[in-house]
């Protein structure tokens, strides 16, 4: 049928109508939304580059889940920035190191939020990399072995969900024998799939501190110009046991997350990282674009390029329009 039988302005008539043939919708449900923990008694310090975003001690981050689930949002990725760096990373995967610690409060004072951890060494480590260096390059299999005692430590302090961002090969798969030798059979894992070494990560970095402080990540991270690979890594992260895989970076990787959607039954998450909050919020206080409705565009093309859950920094933000109906 074509014109004038059929005209597609009918059904943009109003916004009742667009909403009611609307093909994608997004949702609060969607949402996880991450935070920093930092060591001390009321401290909260804002990320530079992040308008908005706080690191900050457990005691105030308990204050913002508190908010952050009456908004709606049920899930939150919590990342920690320890006291003392090591080679080691030794902070990562002990009893008393700042997640492990964050965790057991938030279990008592906010018991009803998910609460998924990233695992992975770069926050803990002093040169920065994201595992144990060896021969100036990080070790797979070594570091994979700490990998698996910092989603223990994690499990044992009452995290919901392990997410391994580190990109280690073999490093599900190892998780999930350690969790599953200790009682945690039921614990989900959120693989970190297609991680790309991207720029987009700077912000994040400035609010982890978390730099490498020689190199990069490309020996572990993806290439960006690789999609075919990125299937094969989501293949053997559940061949290996992942319950979730992610694509992360999301915008500039929209073909990856409709690629993977095509191929994979899974449940799939896309990270909207920092340095795509970080854009938005810059350009947004320039006055050079409207904010709302590019963090609402944005959001909403990562959910019809197919991804389930959307990890991302403007999920407070979103909540509440949202829930104002807009
Ligand atoms: C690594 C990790 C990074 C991010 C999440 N987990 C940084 C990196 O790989 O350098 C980036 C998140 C963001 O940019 O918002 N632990």
Not at 175 to 194: C, H, K, Q, T, W
Not at 240 to 245: H, L, R, S, W
Request: one cysteine or more; a neutral charge.
């Amino acid at each position: 049928m074509y014109f004038p039988a059929y005209r597609p302005r009918r059904l943009r008539k109003s916004a009742d109508i667009r909403e009611l043939v609307s093909e994608t919708r997004l949702s609060v449900k969607d949402f996880i939304y991450p935070m920093f923990v930092m060591p001390g008694k009321n401290k909260k310090v804002q990320v530079k580059s992040m308008p908005g975003i706080f690191k900050q001690s457990i005691d105030n981050i308990i204050k913002e889940m508190r908010e952050v689930r009456k908004l709606g949002v049920k899930s939150v990725l919590l990342f920690g920035i320890p006291e003392k760096k090591d080679k080691m990373g030794t902070q990562g995967y002990h009893a008393e190191g700042i997640v492990q610690k964050a965790l057991r409060e938030i279990k008592k004072k906010v018991p009803d939020m998910i609460v998924v951890t990233d695992v992975c060494m770069c926050e803990y480590t002093n040169h920065g990399h994201c595992g144990i260096i060896k021969n100036g390059d990080v070790d797979n299999d070594e570091t994979v072995e700490y990998l698996a005692k910092m989603a223990l430590s994690h499990a044992e302090a009452g995290a919901d969900i392990v997410a391994p961002s580190d990109m280690m090969d073999g490093r599900v798969g190892v998780i999930r024998d350690v969790l599953d030798e200790s009682g945690f059979e039921n614990l989900p894992i959120m693989a970190y799939s297609a991680k790309y070494a991207s720029a987009f990560y700077g912000p994040f970095r400035e609010a982890a501190e978390s730099p490498p402080k020689f190199g990069d990540r490309r020996s572990y991270q993806m290439d960006p110009p690789n999609v075919r690979e990125a299937m094969r890594e989501i293949a053997l992260d559940i061949e290996e046991g992942a319950d979730i895989v992610m694509i992360k970076p999301a915008l500039p990787y929209l073909d990856v997350i409709r690629a993977a959607r095509d191929k994979f039954d899974h449940p799939l998450a896309a990270y909207n990282v920092s340095g795509e909050y970080s854009m938005v919020k810059a350009a947004g206080k320039l006055g050079w674009i409207e904010e709302e409705r590019v963090m609402m565009e944005s959001l909403m093309s990562i959910k019809r390029a197919g991804a389930d859950i959307i990890i991302t920094y403007f999920a407070k933000e979103a909540a509440k329009l949202l829930n104002s109906g807009k």
